[in-house]
């Protein structure tokens, strides 16, 4: 069952407010423990912001363009962008919000797992627990040479795409490795500080190993990658976290 949709800078979908089992036993260490986690509803872009997207923020900002742009694996509008560091998606996320006069920013580590699950518990990937070769998704079938556009790769019951195997993208949390074994019931902010910001959905380089919807990763958030990018949330009613 999909939930409602509304549009500001694309597609954005509603996450309904309720439970989910975060982590996963069979995975990393930084997955462990598997512990319930509630969270309010929240909206989240169907897809990552993309090259054209990013442009109009760069063109009304004077901001830097992404160091990939002149490549062509990364240069199609319809492309995820690319390149961005952490510092860069937060500040897009501040314009957003200035031009639209809604309050978006990055997803919470937690929001992006409950979303990539698409209402599906404890599933190693967002459409169950069959390996993505066995379903053939173009952007596993893909050579290595950048990420597909946006749409292109898998869809999951909340109507969300590419949150698998398309590019990392950046959450709000500072990264901590074992933040599992202290993390609230509601609403986890992830760790007070650190050096590493977190990072989910795995990339077109890095496909399976980061992929699954309990696989984690991070970055330090001065750094700009080839495969990472991020897309936008918004807390439920417009109220601010």
């Not at 923020?57 to 319809?78: C, I, K, L, M, S």
Request: net charge positive; glycine share 10%.
């Amino acid at each position: 069952m999909r939930a409602d949709k509304t549009e500001s800078n694309g597609q954005l979908i509603l996450v309904p407010a309720g439970n989910f089992l975060m982590g996963s036993g069979a995975g990393q260490d930084n997955e462990k423990p598997v512990h319930r986690v509630w969270l309010k509803a929240f909206w989240i872009a169907k897809f990552p912001v993309t090259n054209a997207d990013y442009r109009c923020f760069v063109g009304a900002t004077g901001a830097a363009a992404p160091p990939f742009w002149h490549e062509t694996p990364f240069a199609d509008p319809h492309k995820p962008v690319v390149g961005v560091n952490w510092f860069e998606a937060r500040a897009y996320c501040q314009w957003l919000t200035k031009t639209s006069g809604k309050p978006f920013r990055l997803p919470t580590e937690a929001e992006w797992e409950k979303a990539t699950r698409g209402g599906l518990e404890q599933k190693d990937y967002p459409w169950g627990d069959l390996a993505p070769s066995a379903l053939a998704l173009p952007g596993y079938d893909a050579k290595n040479d950048g990420p597909l556009a946006v749409g292109m790769g898998d869809v999951n019951d909340y109507g969300l795409c590419d949150m698998s195997g398309g590019v990392h993208e950046w959450c709000s949390d500072w990264y901590k490795a074992n933040y599992y074994a202290e993390s609230p019931e509601k609403n986890p902010q992830g760790a007070s500080a650190g050096k590493r910001r977190a990072s989910r959905g795995g990339s077109w380089r890095h496909r399976v190993k980061f992929s699954r919807c309990a696989a984690r990763s991070s970055l330090d958030p001065s750094l700009r990658y080839a495969d990472y990018g991020f897309r936008v949330a918004m807390s439920a009613g417009g109220e601010e976290r």
